[in-house]
Protein backbone atom coordinates (compact mmCIF):
# COMPACT_ATOMS: atom_id res chain seq x y z
CA UNK A 1 0.00 0.00 0.00
CA UNK A 2 2.80 2.44 0.81
CA UNK A 3 4.21 1.53 -2.97
CA UNK A 4 0.70 2.79 -4.54
CA UNK A 5 1.09 6.07 -2.26
CA UNK A 6 4.24 7.23 -3.49
CA UNK A 7 3.23 6.32 -7.43
CA UNK A 8 -0.19 8.19 -6.58
CA UNK A 9 2.47 11.37 -5.50
CA UNK A 10 5.42 11.97 -8.18
CA UNK A 11 6.60 14.60 -5.81
CA UNK A 12 9.85 13.59 -3.87
CA UNK A 13 10.07 16.55 -1.09
CA UNK A 14 13.59 17.48 -2.16
CA UNK A 15 13.07 20.91 -3.65
CA UNK A 16 15.98 22.29 -4.32
CA UNK A 17 16.58 19.34 -6.86
CA UNK A 18 12.95 18.50 -8.32
CA UNK A 19 12.21 17.16 -11.40
CA UNK A 20 9.30 19.43 -12.13
CA UNK A 21 9.46 23.23 -13.34
CA UNK A 22 6.53 24.57 -11.05
CA UNK A 23 5.92 22.78 -7.57
CA UNK A 24 3.12 20.60 -8.17
CA UNK A 25 2.40 19.89 -4.15
CA UNK A 26 -0.24 21.56 -2.42
CA UNK A 27 0.96 20.60 0.78
CA UNK A 28 3.67 21.50 3.21
CA UNK A 29 4.71 19.64 6.06
CA UNK A 30 6.20 21.22 9.58
CA UNK A 31 9.60 19.89 9.03
CA UNK A 32 10.05 22.18 5.46
CA UNK A 33 8.48 24.97 7.35
CA UNK A 34 11.27 24.52 10.07
CA UNK A 35 13.25 23.81 7.38
CA UNK A 36 12.33 27.16 5.79
CA UNK A 37 12.89 28.88 8.64
CA UNK A 38 15.93 27.97 9.41
CA UNK A 39 17.20 28.83 6.07
CA UNK A 40 15.89 32.48 6.48
CA UNK A 41 17.78 33.17 9.16
CA UNK A 42 21.08 31.50 7.81
CA UNK A 43 20.54 33.58 4.67
CA UNK A 44 19.32 36.91 7.34
CA UNK A 45 22.82 36.60 9.35
CA UNK A 46 25.15 36.07 6.11
CA UNK A 47 23.43 38.86 4.64
CA UNK A 48 24.50 41.58 7.67
CA UNK A 49 26.89 43.77 7.35
CA UNK A 50 29.31 44.51 10.26
CA UNK A 51 27.49 47.42 11.32
CA UNK A 52 24.42 45.74 10.82
CA UNK A 53 25.67 43.12 13.50
CA UNK A 54 27.27 45.36 15.93
CA UNK A 55 24.08 47.30 16.12
CA UNK A 56 21.84 43.93 16.33
CA UNK A 57 24.41 42.82 19.18
CA UNK A 58 24.22 46.24 20.80
CA UNK A 59 20.24 46.21 20.65
CA UNK A 60 20.27 42.80 22.18
CA UNK A 61 22.66 43.60 25.45
CA UNK A 62 20.20 46.73 25.57
CA UNK A 63 16.90 44.79 25.78
CA UNK A 64 18.92 42.57 27.92
CA UNK A 65 19.69 44.75 30.51
CA UNK A 66 16.60 47.65 30.37
CA UNK A 67 13.68 44.86 30.21
CA UNK A 68 11.21 46.51 32.34
CA UNK A 69 11.79 49.20 29.70
CA UNK A 70 11.34 47.35 26.73
CA UNK A 71 8.47 45.93 28.29
CA UNK A 72 6.70 49.14 29.44
CA UNK A 73 7.39 50.18 25.80
CA UNK A 74 6.40 47.26 24.32
CA UNK A 75 2.85 47.45 26.50
CA UNK A 76 1.82 51.40 25.46
CA UNK A 77 2.53 50.13 21.66
CA UNK A 78 0.26 47.53 22.04
CA UNK A 79 -2.51 49.59 23.76
CA UNK A 80 -1.94 52.19 21.50
CA UNK A 81 -2.93 49.62 18.35
CA UNK A 82 -5.97 47.82 20.25
CA UNK A 83 -7.11 51.14 20.99
CA UNK A 84 -6.91 52.49 17.64
CA UNK A 85 -7.91 49.22 15.75
CA UNK A 86 -10.44 47.74 18.45
CA UNK A 87 -13.27 47.54 16.27
CA UNK A 88 -11.62 45.94 13.24
CA UNK A 89 -10.04 43.68 16.22
CA UNK A 90 -13.25 42.56 17.55
CA UNK A 91 -14.93 42.00 14.26
CA UNK A 92 -12.40 40.14 13.36
CA UNK A 93 -12.91 37.98 16.56
CA UNK A 94 -16.32 37.80 16.42
CA UNK A 95 -16.42 36.71 12.56
CA UNK A 96 -13.57 33.82 13.51
CA UNK A 97 -15.78 32.56 16.89
CA UNK A 98 -18.99 32.50 14.53
CA UNK A 99 -17.13 30.28 11.96
CA UNK A 100 -15.57 27.76 14.46
CA UNK A 101 -17.83 27.71 17.48
CA UNK A 102 -18.15 24.00 17.52
CA UNK A 103 -14.34 23.44 17.57
CA UNK A 104 -14.16 26.14 20.18
CA UNK A 105 -16.64 24.86 22.53
CA UNK A 106 -15.82 21.15 22.02
CA UNK A 107 -12.25 22.65 23.37
CA UNK A 108 -13.07 24.05 25.65
CA UNK A 109 -15.15 21.21 27.11
CA UNK A 110 -12.05 19.19 27.27
CA UNK A 111 -10.02 21.76 29.10
CA UNK A 112 -13.18 21.69 31.83
CA UNK A 113 -12.78 17.87 31.34
CA UNK A 114 -8.86 17.41 32.18
CA UNK A 115 -9.11 20.30 34.22
CA UNK A 116 -12.19 18.22 36.71
CA UNK A 117 -10.12 15.02 36.25
CA UNK A 118 -6.80 17.21 37.40
CA UNK A 119 -8.26 18.41 40.76
CA UNK A 120 -9.93 14.95 41.57
CA UNK A 121 -6.38 13.58 41.37
CA UNK A 122 -4.65 16.50 44.08
CA UNK A 123 -2.50 15.15 46.99
CA UNK A 124 -1.74 16.79 50.04
CA UNK A 125 2.10 17.02 50.79
CA UNK A 126 1.97 13.32 52.67
CA UNK A 127 1.14 11.97 48.28
CA UNK A 128 -2.27 11.53 50.08
CA UNK A 129 -5.21 12.03 47.55
CA UNK A 130 -6.96 15.38 49.08
CA UNK A 131 -11.18 15.05 49.55
CA UNK A 132 -12.68 18.72 48.30
Same mark, same amino acid.
Given at each position: ???Q? !????P???DC? *?C?F ?11 E? @?FA ?10 R ?11 Q?R???? *?? !? *? ?8 N? @????E ?6 ? &? ?5 A????EI???R?? &?????? @? ?7 C ?7
Open positions: MEAK !ERSDCNRF *HISDCITDTVTSEI @ARELDLVAISQQTPIQKRRAEARYRSG *HR !E *HVRKKQRARK @AYYSKRDKILD &RMGRYYENRENRRRE &RAKEKR @AAAKQKTDNGAVASQ
